[in-house]
Each structure stands twice: as C-alpha cells, then as structure tokens.
Nanobody, 126 residues
Framework: VQLQASGGGLVQAGGSLRLSCVVSGRTVSAYGMGWFRQAPGKEREFVAGISWTGRGTSYSDSAEGRFTISKDNDKNAIYLQTNTLRPEDTAVYYC????????????????????WGQGTLVTVSS
C-alpha cells in the first residue's frame, strides 16, 4: 500500500493550495481517510477527515471554514483544498489510510491509521 501526497509549495498569506493524495494497493471508495500536519518543533495534528462514503467530513477548529477535504473514487485519491492560508499553517501535510474498511471511526485518532503518505511541505509567507 502506498500513499503519494503532492501539491505543497510556497504561498503568500491569503493564498490557496490544493493537496492531493493518490492511493495504490487499496480502493479509496472502501475507506475513510484523513489529513494531518506537523509544524516544525510540534507534534503531528489532525486537520481533516472524510468518511468512506464521502458524505461525512470533520475538521479541526483551525481548518474549519478554510479547508475542504474531498475524495475521487475514480482517481483513487483524496484532496485537501486549503484557502486563506496563514503563516501558522506552515507544516508538512500527511494523508493517512485507516485499517478498517466500510467503517466509521474517530478521524482524529492517529492510532486508527495504518498507512501514511510521505508528506508534502506547505510554506506560507507573511
């Protein structure tokens, strides 16, 4: 199983980026998935999660209203649209796949996830 994250880069405050995570070895349509991030010197934290049906989503307080998580079953991928970016959003962003399929779970719990992407760096300048 491999998760390939991409789409990070350098952007000015107020800008936008669309992060992608393409999955191989598992069918995204059967799994909920999550996005996490880790800023320099900080622990990895939850950003957003999406249910296996794609109809349910959850966001951190920081991401709510600015970020949107989505999935494309045809492309076997999930996305994170990040808008109105702030310098404090600077971090490596990771996508993650849980062990249980066709199940609801606590998106925020990192122990739910068996597979992680390599991360994509988002840098927001002020």
């Amino acid at each position: 199983v491999q998760l390939q994250a991409s789409g990070g880069g350098l952007v000015q405050a107020g800008g936008s980026l669309r992060l992608s995570c393409v999955v191989s070895g598992r069918t995204v349509s059967a799994y909920g998935m999550g996005w996490f991030r880790q800023a320099p010197g900080k622990e990895r934290e939850f950003v957003a999660g999406i249910s296996w049906t794609g109809r349910g989503t959850s966001y951190s307080d920081s991401a709510e209203g600015r970020f949107t998580i989505s999935k494309d079953n045809d492309k076997n991928a999930i996305y994170l649209q990040t808008n109105t970016l702030r310098p404090e959003d600077t971090a490596v962003y990771y996508c993650a796949l849980p062990r249980r399929k066709y199940s609801d779970y606590d998106y925020r719990r990192q122990s739910e996830y068996d597979y992680w992407g390599q991360g994509t760096l988002v840098t927001v300048s002020s």
